[in-house]
């Protein structure tokens, strides 16, 4: 079990990172090409496009994680280097996602 955990690991990382780039993703979508109202937020909330949002996010984490994991126990110094690279590339998109379409 124990040397499994550095795997379990990044692939967790993975899917954390994978639920707030699909996030930015889908909201900047939604603030540029957004032109037909959204049935769920016109019937419940202006909320609850985020709700939908992070569903997506975490079905995508789902479908990440267990590659993630895989490629780790393959080669855990590749994953850890592609998983810190793709850190640095999310937090650029959301930032600018956050600053140019909030």
């Known amino acids: 079990m124990r040397a499994r955990v550095p795997a379990l690991t990044v692939a ?9 780039s699909s996030y930015s993703l889908l909201r900047g979508y939604d603030a540029l090409f957004g032109r037909e109202p959204n ?3 016109v019937i419940w ?27 780790a126990r393959r080669n855990l110094n590749f994953a850890v280097l592609a998983v810190a690279r793709a850190a640095i590339v999310i937090a650029v998109g959301l930032v600018a996602q956050a600053i ?3």
């Open 12 to 20: 967790a990382i993975a899917a954390l990172l994978t639920i707030a």
């Open 39 to 41: 049935p769920a937020t």
């Open 45 to 71: 909330s202006a909320k609850i496009a985020m709700f939908w949002r992070l569903a997506i996010g975490s079905y995508l984490a789902g479908m990440i994680a267990p590659g993630a994991y895989f490629l």
């Open 100 to 102: 140019a379409l909030p």
